[in-house]
């Protein structure tokens, strides 16, 4: 029993003088720079969706066949790849096949699912002028 009162004390006065450390102040974080005023902006307005969100193709200058099966996937309710909204991916994509290392371009694999899109979206672009890839 002494003993235990004997560590409890000691415990005690250990924390008693234990340093009390200040908190650093907070330092503020670094502002990523301005960017010059002739920058172009990462989407063009053009490429926006009616929305205002951009296409998942936008950034990258979408072909107007990619512009047309987006606009038709999303009226759909459906992600980039033809799936469901809110679908997860083992590797975060369908375009890539971990057990023989053969990737798939997005529009075949979109058509390979809604061969409508397809259809859809090719009468869409050669009507526009804009001709198939």
């Known amino acids: 029993m002494i003993r235990s009162f004997a560590l409890c004390l000691a415990l005690l006065a ?25 920058a172009q902006p990462a989407v ?8 205002g969100s951009a296409s998942p193709g936008a950034a990258q200058g979408a072909s107007p ?26 590797g975060g994509t369908p375009l890539f096949d971990e057990t023989t290392g053969e990737r798939t371009e997005r529009l075949d694999y979109v058509f390979s699912k809604h061969p409508r899109a397809r259809e859809h979206c090719l009468a869409q672009t050669a009507d526009a002028g804009g001709g198939a890839e």
Do not use: F, H, I, M
């Not at 003088?17 to 502002?31: I, L």
């Not at 063009?44 to 929305?51: C, M, N, V």
């Open 44 to 51: 063009r307005p053009d490429a926006l969706s009616g929305d």
């Open 14 to 38: 250990s924390l008693a003088c234990r340093e009390t450390r200040q908190a650093e102040p907070a330092r503020p974080e670094p502002q990523p720079p301005a960017a010059p005023a002739d």
């Open 65 to 90: 066949l990619e512009a047309c099966v987006d606009r038709w996937l999303k009226e759909r309710n459906l992600n980039q790849y033809g799936d469901p909204e809110g679908t997860g991916y083992a």
